[in-house]
């Protein structure tokens, strides 16, 4: 009896420990402060249900801070995290520079959008999984724009969008025109302003690599871009990014807001004032054959340092999943799943009797990282340049833009720095002499 009590004791302890240790796989996990990642960390109960061995820590941050400390960690091995979230700039370059281990639980890969897979595959392999793809468009006041007399487009060109914008403005009302990105960052002011720039003409470098914000292309699109918020944007612009630009739309203080595709579901829900006063349209063009639009993805990886790389692998195939996205549509309904990821979805008749489904796949649709441009140009990437001196060279000229948004400086002033800044920058890094 003693002996048989005594194996009994020693199983149970052993179970015990067993638990313990299982208990002991917590992914710590960066993410980005926006909507659909914070909606995903609310539900992440059905993935403990299902892998009560894996607990999860979350580092939720700004995107600038994000970035900024994912990039810092995986360059000097840090080994902070176990899954980043990360976009279509950083895959293919840190995919080359091997810190990023491949994927193999995505839930059938080949119903990814062709478009979005494309930027986060590295040589055959698929080194992040999307969690929402976008691109920019349109999102305007339908009440406004019919008040004001006007019709908008479902492609309107940047003539349409600032006549529009000056007819609605009324700053005693605190109703502005159109709202638009001001604050510094390569992925915040300086993906409008480089989307933008495209579809005036413009492009960061020829292809030397000779940096381009000396030519009239430029100067044209930063004039508009400057003009048509200084005119008809919200007072502090220049402090403002998704997030606060997000709140102002929702507040009924913006008659266009022209930003991510994801914010559709955003401006139509529960927190929205105006949800049942929206229409969207692409994002504007000036008849030269692109529209100012980006293609983005915010996307789950696999830094290479990390020490749990089966618990990683599990949590984004279920981030990442058909299944998540039945989830949320269980819970919020089906325009609050992450848009922008699978052919499915788009096939889905219930989301397809969502009013922003169709322009965001025609949004993604029209982006060619391949092409972005008017002119030929050496780099791949709409909003972005992929190669890895753009993050701190765009940031700088980020502030640059957002200074002189701040009315610290002009227009040619703040060309004139670019050029230089970016002149020197790439003679350093070796792309020119």
Excluded: H
Aim: aromatic share 10%; with cysteine.
């Amino acid at each position: 009896m003693k002996f048989k009590l005594k194996g009994v004791l020693g199983a149970l302890a052993l179970a015990a420990l067993s638990t313990t240790a299982l208990a002991e796989t917590k992914l710590t996990i960066a993410t980005v402060n926006n909507g659909d990642m914070i909606r995903m960390q609310g539900l992440t109960a059905d993935f403990t249900a299902k892998n009560p061995d894996i607990t999860l820590e979350w580092v939720t941050l700004e995107e600038n801070v994000l970035r900024e400390k994912v990039t810092t960690d995986i360059a000097t091995k840090g080994g902070q995290f176990d899954v980043l979230t990360i976009g279509t700039y950083e895959v293919p370059i840190w995919g080359k520079k091997g810190w990023l281990l491949p994927l193999t639980m995505v839930d059938d890969p080949a119903d990814l959008l062709p478009a979005i897979a494309g930027g986060l595959t590295v040589d055959g392999k698929l080194l992040a999984a999307p969690f929402y793809g976008e691109s920019s468009m349109v999102m305007y006041r339908t009440d406004l724009v019919e008040a004001a007399g006007e019709k908008m487009p479902d492609a309107p060109t940047w003539d349409d969008i600032k006549r529009i914008a000056g007819k609605i403005t009324n700053k005693d009302k605190e109703i502005y025109g159109v709202c638009l990105r001001g604050k510094a960052g390569w992925g915040e002011n300086m993906a409008f302003i480089t989307a933008t720039s495209n579809s005036f003409g413009a492009r960061w470098f020829d292809e030397s690599w000779q940096p381009q914000f000396n030519s009239p292309e430029w100067k044209e699109a930063l004039t508009f871009y400057l003009d048509l918020l200084k005119a008809d944007g919200p007072p502090g612009a220049s402090n403002n990014g998704f997030n606060e630009n997000l709140a102002l739309f929702n507040a009924g203080k913006c008659g266009m807001w022209i930003d991510a595709t994801v914010a559709a579901s955003f401006v139509t829900g529960k927190d929205s004032t105006v949800a049942d006063k929206v229409g969207f349209a692409l994002a504007a063009d000036k008849g030269l054959g692109k529209r100012g639009n980006w293609l983005w993805a915010w996307s789950l990886a696999i830094p290479a340092g990390t020490q749990k790389e089966e618990a990683a692998q599990k949590f984004i195939g279920w981030a990442t999943s058909k299944a998540y996205t039945e989830l949320v549509a269980s819970k919020e309904g089906w325009a609050n799943v992450p848009p922008g990821t699978r052919t499915s979805l788009y096939n889905n008749p219930e989301y397809q009797k969502v009013p922003f489904a169709k322009m965001t796949l025609d949004s993604i649709n029209s982006a060619d990282p391949t092409k972005p441009t008017v002119q030929p140009v050496p780099y791949v990437g709409v909003q972005f340049v992929a190669i890895p001196e753009f993050a701190g060279l765009a940031t700088t000229v980020g502030q640059i833009f957002s200074a002189a948004l701040a009315g610290e400086k002009t227009a040619d002033e703040a060309l004139a720095e670019a050029q230089d800044v970016a002149t020197r920058e790439m003679t350093k890094a070796g792309y020119i002499k």
